[in-house]
T-cell receptor, first 117, second 117 residues
Framework: AQKVTQAQTEISVVEKEDVTLDCVYE???????LFWYKQPPSGELVFLIR??????QNEISGRYSWNFQKSTSSFNFTITASQVVDSAVYFC??????????????FGSGTQLTVLP | KAGVTQTPRYLIKTRGQQVTLSCSPI?????VSWYQQTPGQGLQFLFE???????NKGNFPGRFSGRQFSNSRSEMNVSTLELGDSALYLC????????????????FGPGTRLTVT
């Protein structure tokens, strides 16, 4: 069965600090997809990134970057020069490609990030 | 393009009653998924619909049901409400073909916060 673990329940940083959110996953599939979502206090989950299991290239988007390592089953998310507006709960999620489960996201428990001014 | 919309945003019901929640997906999206979010269990997959057919179902009792209409709008129904059904119910839509997902990104609505007293 697939599983996503976000060991960091809460992280607090001061504005402009860099912060890394950890995500470790378990799956028996060779093809799978990993996601990060942001949930601000309003409650809506905001899609940030998707990564395919066969593409281990790291990705950078502005202040956001993602490090995907299949060898350690990790998909970590780094925010550089954090801002107060980054305060939210961040979820890592996994989707397997097999029919019947491909359109189902398994979420981690989330990491509450607080950026202090 | 308008995002996923959910109605109502807030709902208060009494134990034993039933409730119907509505979701309108992004135009062109044919797959609609439902998730339940609670502080104790986190985000859990309920079910997914495509072309008016349920394709995938999570581990929830039969009191939870759903349907999808020809315009891709979806409703979920919870009968005989229990206190533990109090949660944020999130709907997500994505592009998907009958042969498998075109895109694995799921875009979420703002949710319906259900309180059962």
């Amino acid at each position: 069965a697939q599983k996503v673990t976000q060991a960091q329940t809460e992280i607090s940083v001061v504005e402009k600090e860099d912060v890394t959110l950890d995500c470790v996953y378990e799956t028996r599939d060779t093809t799978y997809y990993l996601f990060w979502y942001k949930q601000p206090p309003s409650g809506e989950l905001v899609f940030l990134i998707r990564r395919n299991s066969f593409d281990e290239q790291n990705e950078i988007s502005g202040r956001y970057s993602w490090n995907f390592q299949k060898s350690t089953s990790s998909f970590n998310f780094t925010i550089t020069a954090s801002q107060v507006v980054d305060s939210a709960v961040y979820f890592c999620a996994l989707s397997e490609a097999e029919i019947g489960s491909a359109r189902q996201l398994t979420f981690g428990s989330g990491t509450q990030l607080t950026v202090l001014p | 393009k308008a995002g996923v919309t959910q109605t109502p945003r807030y709902l208060i019901k009494t134990r034993g009653q039933q409730v119907t929640l509505s979701c309108s997906p992004i135009s062109g999206h044919r797959s609609v998924s439902w998730y339940q979010q609670t502080p104790g269990q986190g985000l859990q997959f309920l079910f997914e619909y495509f072309s008016e057919t349920q394709r995938n179902k999570g581990n929830f009792p039969g009191r939870f049901s759903g349907r999808q209409f020809s315009n891709s709008r979806s409703e979920m129904n919870v009968s005989t409400l229990e206190l533990g059904d109090s949660a944020l119910y999130l709907c997500a839509s994505s592009l998907s073909s009958s042969g498998g997902p075109i895109s694995y990104e799921q875009y979420f609505g703002p949710g319906t916060r259900l309180t059962v007293t």
